[in-house]
């Protein structure tokens, strides 16, 4: 029995994502960051959006600010032609260290 459960539990904890299909129409990329004075989380995540994509709106941006403003969270949605492409947008969104989490 604790053989079994044990296999279970492997089995719940090896599931792989589900595949993301290319090119992906608005893929909705959400970052979220401090803000804090001299970082403007709004216009990193268009410097970066702007570096990896090639047709991509700015206007296609939404910003908030969580409940007690210590938090920006901007949700941006793009067209990603490729897997690599993802990849690289999401690392360079990363690569700041007031930005905490990319969804």
């Known amino acids: 029995m604790a053989r079994e459960m044990h296999c279970r539990m492997e089995e719940m904890t ?47 941006l939404n910003v908030r600010r969580s409940s007690k403003g210590n938090y920006l969270a901007v949700t941006v949605e793009c067209n990603i032609a490729s897997l690599a492409q993802l990849k690289a947008l999401t690392k360079d969104l990363q690569s700041h260290p007031r930005v905490r989490m990319v969804l």
Request: hydrophobic content about 30%; glycine content about 6%; aromatic content about 12%.
């Open 14 to 60: 090896e599931q792989q994502p589900p595949k993301i299909e290319f090119p992906q129409a608005d893929y909705p990329i959400k970052i979220i960051g401090e803000n804090a004075e001299g970082f403007y989380l709004q216009e990193f995540v268009i410097e970066c959006c702007s570096r990896h994509l090639t047709d991509w709106d700015s206007g296609r």
